[in-house]
């Protein structure tokens, strides 16, 4: 007899097994969010391949009644529906802890386990029983586990009707065999196993004001906020949804009612250089524009980055982070670019980061990087990754505040620019390194010539060294007023600490968590995570005023570390790296080990940048 | 070599447009290609085309990718913006320019190395798009700033300046354009302003993607003995096929055309384009015998040139038709028409609840 674990009411994690292209994505969705609207803060998290159907894919639902958006790094409860790779997910189930799986066939001695709970549910051969047509028994047989769990768990199966009702409204007959598969697999439990188990969901109420959405809906939504009406971009995993939500949006509220006409210009480019090349070109001319991308986007936008830098250009550009390098892993996540984006492109370049860390920041970030783009007239980089992208997270309702407006910069118009005896690009009137740009079709007098060869203040083409020399160090004294106009570092000292955590981006979840653990088990730390580059004083700040510093960020080579000694004052030698790069989101149990490994008595003396774990 | 201003002088005596700008006003900084360079010639040619349009200077829009040719925006119409950007890259800023203000006009000038080498699926991707412009090639078969490389136009067998001969096939782009279903197709000769001026009035005019393949021979690079695209090859070897008339709406058609042989094609703003075929067999209306003969001809070694295919309702396929966007451009739109508020965002979370 396994042991039989005490009762944990919402605070375990679920691990589905399916194969994709199988409709479990409807399946797991259903589940997280009928567990949303039971009022339980909930964290989902989709392990897909790259490939569109019969490979193996995994989701994992955190039930986290103190409201985590990490893993945990624990399964409690497995649900193995992919026969390939049973072994490995028998194995990942913690010890007391449960394995639903399908008993129609004969269950492989793999699965023998003693610490653990198994539960055979003929779930293919109840589905055979009850629908025709291959390809819905299929589609049902995962509708059906929903059902199962839905009573292992107490799940309620009127907010699952209610999902159903909302995803088929316009196709009414699936919302009856779809709730006639949720059935089956309930009763099914309910006859054959003690149900609930000892790991159940219980009614809260902590999810109102919430929403669940994933990182790239949100910030399309904040372009569409944002004002934005040109987006180019060539498609790539993880980004693509970024895009299509944009549209989606669009379509909706950016069609003129009387005219049928598009407030927007929706443009598939044939790759990234030219989509990138058709946001400078946009921006260049008055118009908000975008482009999402991921690594390899990035790699191939350098040349076009360093023109719109040095010829200052705005330009938005939302770099959904996947696994590198090379085509590395496109469905995993990573935070492999944050030296790429930092320095794109050759000779001097330096551009201005933002790191959101979940789908809410996602979407302010996303307002924000246009106006930094029009205010410092540079590319801004937005990073997100594909954890943040296309993860559903519950996140805080997003809010509109109806007096914005968007910062254009200094932009003059047509009567500005007859006031002056001259209109000239460069001149730095204002002393802040900004300096006054005009758009296209506004006066004789307030034409330029935009270019990425070498020019004078005056704008005009030169390879006169002292001429080239002034525009390069006026771009630095922009640099400078960038830090103005960025947004802080978020800033957690309650501890006192003298030993802090130092992040950027996704990780923001597991730091959380993991300093609720470490805290439990008496190691306090302080923690900033950075929200921008160039950094803010305040960075510098945090890090001298810490004697030991964990740089946690989800890359092999340590760049936000290495960004750090770049870019700050800081000791080297204070900075102490955990790097989690397997290309799953990193864990609370990831950083809490870390910490401990290197904070325990014995361990090494000396502070090095070596990876953990 | 720093920007050499050029002094902006007008004599009172110099004839003005409907606009009451004179030459001069379409002028822009001193040139500073080799001297007798075939590209100077065209940007003479579109100092007159647009002076003869009564274009207002600041709503023409120039671009450019790199290279000599690409160098020449800089030599006409100070007036209007200009953007030089990337190697092979410029059709992507027309392209975001463009989607931004569908208002003004934009000419992109470019070189067969810009066009048919480094920015070649550039090139493709705008036509296919039927992006609103005017595309001037400035087509030299070298590579001049980089000193006399062939470019993917050289012909084969003709010889570099050094003796070296050129066995790749060249890559036509007036060939290339009509399969890719471009709506103007033109080829000209730097050294034929006559044929040059109306071409590029037409091409300002047109809606949608026209191209201009305009042999413009390297005199420093490729003018020599052997080389296929100097000036005496060229001259020797150019057929005007098509002749075309720019007739802009308030003027009157002042030439006697002698009947059948004009086809006159009605702009989207009631201008007119009084094609002429010196060529009798030959119609520039129809894609599939246009580039047979082009192709024909070519393989005689001669060179067909004038408005060589027009599709007389481009705007069909332009790009701001299929995206259906308003007449008026998208950087004038005002934010508070393009915010759906605080409520829009409560409406569109509902399904994120």
Same mark, same amino acid.
């Given at each position: 007899m396994p042991p039989v674990s005490p009762a944990r009411v919402n605070d375990f994690s679920i691990k589905i097994a399916t194969v994709n292209g199988t409709g479990s994505a409807s399946a797991n969705t259903l589940l997280m969010k009928s567990i949303f609207r039971s009022g339980i803060p909930v964290m989902g998290k989709n392990y897909f391949p790259s490939n569109i159907q019969g490979l193996p894919t995994w989701y994992e639902i955190r039930v986290t009644k103190d409201g985590h958006v990490a893993r945990s790094g624990k399964i409690d409860l497995m649900v193995a529906m992919n026969p390939e790779t049973y072994a490995r997910d028998v194995k990942?189930?913690?010890?007391g802890g449960y394995l639903v799986y399908d008993s129609t066939w004969p269950r492989p001695a793999l699965l023998k386990r003693e610490d653990i709970t198994v539960l055979g549910v003929p779930l293919a051969q109840l589905c055979n029983e009850n629908f025709s047509g291959v390809r819905t028994r299929i589609l049902m047989k995962n509708i059906c586990y929903a059902g199962v769990l839905a009573a292992l768990l107490e799940l309620d199966l009127g907010h699952i009707r209610t999902l159903l009702a909302e995803t088929y409204a316009k196709k009414p007959q699936l919302v009856e065999s779809n709730m006639k598969a949720i059935q089956l697999g309930y009763d099914y439990a309910r006859t054959h196993f003690p149900c609930p188990l000892p790991l159940r969901v219980e009614k809260m109420d902590r999810t109102a004001g919430h929403i669940m959405i994933d990182g790239n809906t949100a910030a399309a939504l904040g372009c569409i906020f944002a004002g934005a009406t040109v987006a180019a971009w060539y498609p790539i995993t993880p980004s693509t949804s970024l895009m299509d939500a944009f549209k989606m949006f669009a379509d909706r509220m950016r069609v003129d009612k009387q005219t049928g006409r598009k407030n927007f210009a929706f443009i598939q480019a044939e790759d990234e250089l030219a989509a990138v090349g058709m946001v400078i070109g946009a921006m260049w001319n008055g118009a908000r524009a975008f482009t999402a991308t991921s690594g390899p986007g990035i790699s191939l936008m350098n040349e076009f980055l360093g023109l719109a830098y040095y010829a200052e250009v705005p330009a938005v550009i939302f770099d959904i982070q996947r696994v590198g390098p090379s085509t590395g892993m496109p469905t995993r996540t990573q935070q492999g670019d944050i030296m790429l984006c930092a320095y794109a492109s050759h000779g001097d370049t330096r551009h201005v980061c933002l790191y959101p860390s979940d789908p809410e920041e996602c979407f302010y970030m996303a307002v924000q990087a246009f106006d930094l783009a029009e205010r410092l007239q540079t590319p801004v980089m937005v990073l997100s990754d594909l954890d943040i992208g296309m993860n559903d997270w519950m996140c805080r309702d997003l809010k509109w505040d109806d007096s914005y407006r968007p910062d254009r910069g200094k932009v003059l118009g047509k009567e500005e620019v007859l006031k002056l005896e001259k209109f000239y690009r460069f001149i730095d009137k204002d002393g802040d390194g900004i300096t006054y740009r005009t758009l296209p079709g506004v006066h004789p007098k307030a034409a330029y010539f935009t270019r990425g060869s070498g020019h004078n203040q005056y704008g005009a083409y030169t390879e006169d060294s002292a001429d080239y020399q002034a525009v390069l160090d006026r771009l630095m004294k922009k640099w400078a007023s960038a830090r103005r106009y960025l947004p802080r570092a978020v800033i957690d000292a309650t501890a006192g600490s003298k030993v802090g955590i130092v992040s950027v981006g996704s990780g923001d979840g597991a730091i959380r968590e993991a300093m609720d653990v470490l805290k439990e088990r008496g190691v306090a730390l302080d923690y900033m995570r950075i929200r921008s580059f160039p950094f803010t004083e305040d960075v510098e700040k945090f890090l001298a005023a810490h004697e030991l510093l964990f740089v946690v960020?989800?890359?092999?080579?340590a760049q936000l570390r290495s960004l750090l000694t770049l870019e700050t004052a800081v000791d080297k030698s204070k900075l102490r790296s955990l790097l989690h790069y397997s290309g799953l989101s990193i864990s609370s149990s990831f950083i809490v080990e870390g910490v401990l490994a290197e904070l325990a008595p014995g361990a090494r003396a000396q502070p090095s940048g070596a990876a953990h774990g | 070599m720093t920007f050499i201003a050029k002094p902006k002088v007008a004599h009172p005596s110099l004839p003005k447009n409907a606009r009451g700008f004179t030459r001069r006003d379409y002028e822009g900084a001193l040139s500073t290609l080799c001297a007798g360079c075939g590209h100077d010639s065209i940007t003479a040619a579109i100092v007159e085309a647009s002076w003869g349009l009564d274009i207002e200077p600041q709503n023409m829009v120039k671009l450019s990718g790199i290279g000599c040719s690409s160098k020449t925006t800089a030599y006409f119409v100070s007036g209007g913006h200009g953007f030089n950007s990337v190697h092979g890259r410029m059709p992507s800023i027309a392209m975001g320019a463009n989607a931004a203000n569908r208002q003004l006009s934009y000419i992109g000038v470019s070189g067969d190395g810009d066009t048919? /080498?480094?920015g070649l699926g550039q090139f493709c991707h705008a036509i296919r798009r039927n992006l609103n412009m005017l595309y001037i090639i400035e087509n030299n078969g070298v590579y001049g700033l980089t000193k006399g490389q062939f470019s993917a /136009?050289?012909?084969?067998?003709t010889k570099a300046k050094k003796g070296e001969t050129n066995f790749q096939p060249p890559i036509d782009p007036v060939l290339l354009a009509m399969t890719l279903g471009a709506t103007f197709v033109a080829r000209s000769f730097s050294g034929d302003k006559q044929q040059l001026v109306p071409l590029i009035q037409a091409g300002l005019k047109h809606q949608g993607f026209a191209l201009i393949d305009v042999l413009s021979p390297c005199v420093t690079f490729n003018d020599h003995e052997g080389s296929t695209k100097s000036y005496a090859y060229t001259r020797e070897h150019y057929e005007p096929a098509v002749h075309a008339d720019f007739v802009p709406l308030e003027r009157e058609i002042s030439v006697d055309y002698k009947e059948g042989e004009t086809v006159p094609v009605v702009m989207h703003d009631g201008s007119r384009i009084v094609l002429r075929k010196l060529d009798a067999g030959y119609d520039p209306t129809n894609r599939t015998t246009a580039a047979a003969q082009i192709q024909e001809r070519m393989k005689a070694g001669e060179y067909l040139t004038g408005l060589l295919y027009l599709d007389v309702e481009p705007q069909k396929g332009a790009f701001h038709f299929v995206n259906n966007?308003?007449?008026?451009?998208?950087? /004038?739109?005002?934010y508070e028409a393009l915010s759906p508020g605080s409520q829009g965002l409560e409406k569109a979370l509902a399904r994120y609840r």
């Open positions: 990942e189930v913690e010890p960020e989800q890359n092999r080579d | 048919l /080498s480094i /136009s050289a012909d084969v067998g966007t308003p007449d008026e451009p998208l950087n /004038s739109i005002p």
